[in-house]
């Protein structure tokens, strides 16, 4: 199994987390583990929107991730859970460096050097092909996002070693609530970003019909604009109607864009209402031949991991699991940015 889709800030166990915390000495509002644990646990009936969820956690477990040696720590332990949970073969890992550098104290390449080291480490320990995919954000300036875009390059994969890739990917990531993809000077600028990106080499992932905020007509924009290769989430195209979601099948189809399926979070931030729905939605992919693959996105903070993602989504395809899940997988590894 392959996990194209999980967060840096969402996948350390808390107990790595905690270890960080009170070997860095940092002064926070938590007094023991048991409520630091408790404080970085998903509680679906506590989780209102996307919005909510990524203010109440990943401030978190950005911070204590701002150092390059707690950054080394949390890449390994991501790739170490998720080998000994689901036996997972290959991980694509993606983070912000931006939002570790604890306000400029550290750099941007220390940061990341120290993630691939962890990787590295990870991909020999544990044999799992692992890769990194750099995410801009929606909530960050456009300067900030174009000096990740020049890390990115810079730091761009030469290859495999022992199973470790390096630096694959770019991603946009963040809130989806501002609508920017509807933002036609915006969206043109991110586009050039993800273009000189490509124009290097990379490969683009887009973060987009995550949520409402976005929505199905967030997604034609995306995909005319940027044509990512892959798309994270898209769950919204469930709601496209008419013309739009012909024109949003067409290029999925035509371009052959893998979307990256993440069910449990999708629960948790209260974007679909059941599995049910994430069942019928795969059944649809299938139908109309779209490329699809399932994913954690941040299995420590709902705790799940990946061979959970496919059996809850197997429950909900019935006698198609199978055939079903298989095509998933075998999409994951045609869509893959890390090199096998
Ligand atoms: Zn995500």
Redesign the pocket.
């Known amino acids: 199994m392959h996990d194209l889709?999980i967060?840096l800030g969402g996948a350390v166990p808390s107990s790595v987390l905690w270890e960080i915390l009170c070997d860095n000495g940092l002064r926070t509002e938590y007094v023991d583990f048991n409520s630091f644990h408790a404080s970085l646990t998903a509680k679906p009936d506590e989780v209102k929107s996307l919005d909510d969820f990524l203010g109440r956690y990943f401030q978190v477990t950005e911070e204590i991730q701002s150092s390059p040696s707690a950054a080394s720590v949390s890449a390994y332990q991501v790739v170490a859970k998720a080998y000994r949970r689901a036996r997972v073969q290959s991980l694509e890992l993606r983070f912000n460096p931006q939002k570790r550098m604890r306000h400029g104290l550290h750099t941007m390449d220390a940061i990341i050097l120290a993630v691939m080291q962890g990787l590295e480490r990870a991909s020999l320990h544990y044999g799992v092909a692992t890769g990194i995919i750099l995410s801009l954000g929606r909530d960050l300036p456009l300067e900030a996002n174009w000096q990740i875009i020049d890390a990115a390059v810079k730091w761009k994969s030469r290859g495999s070693l022992n199973g470790a890739n390096g630096v694959v990917g770019i991603d946009m990531?963040g809130p989806e609530s501002r609508s920017l993809e509807l933002s036609k000077p915006w969206m043109s600028e991110v586009a050039a970003m993800m273009e000189k990106a490509r124009d290097a080499g990379l490969k683009i992932t887009y973060?987009v019909g995550e949520s409402e905020g976005t929505g199905p007509e967030g997604m034609l924009r995306v995909l005319e604009t940027v044509r990512p290769d892959r798309i994270?989430h898209g769950i919204e195209l469930r709601k496209a109607e008419g013309k739009q979601r012909e024109r949003i099948i067409s290029i999925l189809k035509e371009h052959d864009i893998c979307l990256e399926l993440?069910p449990t979070v999708n629960r948790v931030t209260r974007v679909v209402p059941d599995f049910a729905c994430v069942g019928d939605f795969v059944r649809t992919l299938a139908k109309e031949g779209i490329a699809y693959c399932i994913n954690t996105?941040n299995p420590y903070l709902v705790h799940t991991n990946l061979r959970h993602e496919h059996e809850i989504v197997g429950r909900e395809l019935g006698a198609d699991a199978d055939p079903l899940l298989a095509l998933g997988i075998s999409h994951a590894e045609r869509h893959r940015f890390l090199l096998p």
Do not use: R
């Open positions: 889709h967060h990531a973060h994270g993440c996105d």
